[in-house]
């Protein structure tokens, strides 16, 4: 069956430094999301990206964030500067379409800035 | 924007007992998944729902959307099932997917 991964499954790093965060959808997925999970607490949807563009973020989604589909397969998240808070679990998930389709998760990447 | 309350946030069972789940939306909804997050932190799907009801295994699920609300049922619970299980919802209207979850239930199964 079809699934979505991410690299690397965990990420360390300093604060103030860049983090690019990986995840592969599945192939014929054309709706792509973000979501984190600080630990103990639930999931948050970050952003969704639907034909190169980004369709809708949160307030989380700050101008420190970014997201990318550089080659058609590959989906990315970019954070800058990173904060402490920016600590969590971050998953990436895809859909065939939107609404009244199934989100696939894929594994995650734990992220620890230091 | 919608919001989603899962009901109990704890829940603990010795294994071969039978358990139920609640979760309640606020609004009208175009989506509804079931996960269970396990040990290691990857979310499971368990249940794509917006209405209807659903079987695999010894789970099922039911909603009705009609008065807001979906019901998660695990039979015969065995250790494995320990684990957060979020209920997930995609407000109706415009919308581009995004999920809004709820807190969790924590379950805990013991042998």
């Known amino acids: 069956e079809p699934e979505v991964t991410q690299t690397p499954s965990h990420q360390v790093t300093q604060m103030g430094q860049e983090v690019i965060l990986r995840c592969v959808p599945i192939s014929n997925h054309l709706y792509f999301y973000w979501y984190r999970q600080i630990l103990g607490q639930k999931v948050e949807f970050l952003v969704s990206f639907y034909n190169n563009e980004i369709s809708e973020k949160s307030e989380i989604f700050d101008d420190r964030f970014s997201v990318e589909r550089p080659d058609g397969s590959n989906f990315t998240l970019k954070i800058r500067s990173t904060k402490l808070e920016d600590s969590a679990m971050y998953f990436c998930?895809?859909?065939?379409?939107?609404?009244?389709?199934?989100?696939?998760f894929g594994p995650g990447t734990r992220l620890l800035v230091l | 924007g919608i919001q989603v309350e899962q009901s109990p946030p704890d829940l603990i069972l010795q294994e071969g007992a039978n358990s139920t789940l609640r979760c309640n939306f606020s609004?009208?909804?175009?989506?509804l998944q079931w996960f269970h997050q396990n040990p290691w932190g990857q979310l499971i799907n368990l249940f794509y729902?917006?209405?209807g009801t659903k079987q695999n295994g010894r789970l099922s699920a039911t909603t009705v959307a009609t008065e807001r609300y979906s019901l998660l049922y695990i039979s015969s619970s065995q250790t494995t099932d320990s684990g957060v299980y979020f209920c997930?919802?995609?407000?109706?209207?415009?919308?581009?997917?995004?999920?809004?979850f709820g807190q969790g239930t924590i379950l805990t199964v013991h042998p």
């Open positions: 609004d009208s909804v175009n989506n």
């Open positions: 998930a895809s859909a065939r379409d939107t609404s009244q389709e199934t989100q696939y």
């Open positions: 997930a919802v995609e407000g109706g209207g415009t919308s581009y997917g995004k999920l809004t």
């Open positions: 729902i917006p209405s």
